[in-house]
T-cell receptor
Framework: GAGVSQSPSNKVTEKGKDVELRCDPI?????LYWYRQSLGQGLEFLIYFQGNSAPDKSGLPSDRFSAERTGGSVSTLTIQRTQQEDSAVYLC????????????FGEGSRLTVL | DQQVKQNSPSLSVQEGRISILNCDYT??????FLWYKKYPAEGPTFLIS?????DKNEDGRFTVFLNKSAKHLSLHIVPSQPGDSAVYFCAASSYSGAGSYQLTFGKGTKLSVIP
């Protein structure tokens, strides 16, 4: 498809397990963002990738969170030893290189930690 | 510390009337402002934006107004339609170097347009 693709769309896991969330951005977009939306909250910035530059990790809430982007395309967000407060919708977005904020979002991955 | 605030979590408007969604911000370094619309189980989609050098931008039924001195922006939808029912997020953008713009979002306002 032409849009940002995220998988899985829903993930239920037990506390303490590791999870991986995948994002496939729009072809040609060099910038990739991860956000999360907890219940009743706005979109919280997590991490940003731009081309081959070092990622901006300033939004990652703890060292249990990490992300990588292979070959400048697909990105994986990994959450280790999940906690109940990690339950949220994790949204991936992509954009062209220089951009004032017009991001294209995927449908999100809903994570529920029991 | 919320830098972008949407103080109304919800708004109900009659079809055909004007919807006004408000947003306040605190960071004077923001130089671009955007509105995103989100339907349930979908990702947010870009709606309209405004540069900090302007005070108004119009696109069809949607108009965004920016009052820099008050650090306030608003989205007007005229006339409102039932299909406009969604959560609207206000976002502000600031340049953080090397081609990187970071978006800060508000918590959203849920708009319900009543037929």
């Amino acid at each position: 498809g032409a849009g940002v693709s995220q998988s899985p769309s829903n993930k239920v896991t037990e506390k303490g397990k590791d999870v991986e969330l995948r994002c496939d951005p729009i072809s040609g977009h060099t910038a990739l963002y991860w956000y999360r939306q907890s219940l009743g909250q706005g979109l919280e910035f997590l991490i940003y990738f731009q081309g081959n530059s070092a990622p901006d990790k300033s939004g990652l809430p703890s060292d249990r969170f990490s992300a990588e982007r292979t070959g400048g395309s697909v990105s994986t967000l990994t959450i280790q030893r999940t906690q109940q407060e990690d339950s949220a919708v994790y949204l991936c977005a992509s954009s062209w290189t220089v951009n004032t904020g017009e991001l294209f979002f995927g449908e999100g991955s809903r994570l529920t930690v029991l | 510390d919320q830098q972008v605030k949407q103080n109304s979590p919800s708004l109900s408007v009659q079809e055909g009337r004007i919807s006004i969604l408000n947003c306040d911000y605190t960071n004077s370094m923001f130089d671009y402002f955007l509105w995103y619309k989100k339907y349930p189980a979908e990702g947010p989609t870009f709606l309209i934006s405004i540069s900090s050098i302007k005070d108004k931008n119009e696109d069809g039924r949607f108009t965004v107004f920016l009052n820099k001195s008050a650090k306030h922006l608003s989205l007007h939808i005229v006339p409102s339609q039932p299909g406009d029912s969604a959560v609207y997020f206000c976002a502000a953008s600031s340049y953080s170097g090397a081609g990187s713009y970071q978006l800060t979002f508000g918590k959203g306002t849920k708009l319900s347009v009543i037929p």
